[in-house]
């Protein structure tokens, strides 16, 4: 099995006035080179901490009190912990081989830049010598994520907040990373925009290769996008595997509860398949 992250005894926790709060917690997952995995789990289960630590944006009063990330780019075969490096090699990691998808909402971009500065900015800060690149580059990545390449000239409240979305994927992937982790990408959006946007976010894993950490609380989001998936409660992960088999077969109580709370749309089962939408009950992979 080829794993290009291992999490391995990962514990974060925040500092309170009553004592530290553990939210994340001794946390064991391997996330295999080329798959979407989805970490489910309700609100306050510790998924956006998990996130924000991998991604070295963990804030005080929050830290690591235990464990190690080993990521595999492939820039570095051999092997880097994420939660151990700092200074010029974590900068050279940040966007070339592990990225960020953040919520489409408007503080996910710079309000005042036009598009093409907002690609610019990242591309220049982690790749400089690309700059000849820039006029071509932008509007492919545009519409490799179904945008008119025109959109680099607008200002973002100027987008819908699925164009915006969409701009803040071809952004995530303007560097080839190895590794997306992509935290609630779809939730300040309304259903059918979501699905539209998930779709095409299957469509640049199954393209391009790329590794995706799904963090979703929406069931239905796992069910239409992930290949394997993680259940996360109170900072544990409780249950891992692949996403049909947790959806047909779930170990753990907390994660039924969890697909039960999925709605059902017009009384349709729900369809578990990666990159296939949710109710279809149709299984073509
Ligand atoms: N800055 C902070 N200070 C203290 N506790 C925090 C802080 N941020 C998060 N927590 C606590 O850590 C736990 C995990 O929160 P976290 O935001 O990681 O969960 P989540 O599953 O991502 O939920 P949500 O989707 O609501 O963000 C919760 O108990 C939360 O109250």
């Not at 982690?126 to 490799?144: D, M, N, V, W």
């Not at 979305?165 to 990408?185: C, G, K, N, T």
């Amino acid at each position: 099995m080829d794993v290009i992250l291992d999490i391995a005894d990962l514990s974060v926790a925040y500092a309170t006035g009553s004592g530290d709060l553990v939210a994340v917690k001794d946390v064991n997952l391997q996330v295999r080179r080329g798959e979407i995995l989805g970490i489910a789990g309700e609100s306050g289960s510790g998924k956006t901490t998990m996130a924000a630590t991998l991604l070295r944006l963990l804030k005080k009063p929050g830290r690591v009190s235990g464990g190690t990330a080993q990521f595999f780019p492939g820039s570095a075969p051999e092997g880097v912990d994420l939660l151990a490096i700092t200074g010029n090699r974590l900068r050279r990691l940040r966007w070339s081989s592990l990225s960020y998808l953040p919520q489409g909402s408007m503080n996910s971009l710079n309000p005042v830049a036009r598009i093409e500065r907002q690609f610019a900015d990242v591309i220049l800060e982690h790749a400089p010598k690309r700059k000849a690149e820039l006029p071509t580059l932008i509007p492919r990545l545009l519409q490799q994520v179904g945008l008119d390449p025109s959109v680099a000239r607008s200002y973002p409240h100027e987008l819908s907040g699925g164009m915006r979305q969409r701009v803040l994927m071809a952004i995530a992937i303007s560097l080839e990373p190895d590794l997306i982790v992509a935290d609630e990408p779809t939730t300040a959006l309304d259903v059918t925009v979501q699905r539209v946007i998930l779709q095409t976010l299957a469509d640049l894993s199954r393209d391009s290769g790329v590794t995706i950490i799904l963090i979703s609380h929406d069931m239905g989001v796992h069910a239409q996008l992930a290949d394997r998936v993680a259940v996360m409660l109170d900072g544990a992960v409780v249950e891992v595997g692949e996403v049909r088999q947790v959806f047909h077969q779930p170990q753990h109580e907390y994660t039924r509860r969890l697909i039960e709370s999925i709605p059902k749309l017009a009384g349709a089962a729900v369809g578990v398949n990666a990159g296939h939408p949710v109710a279809t009950g149709e299984d073509d992979r």
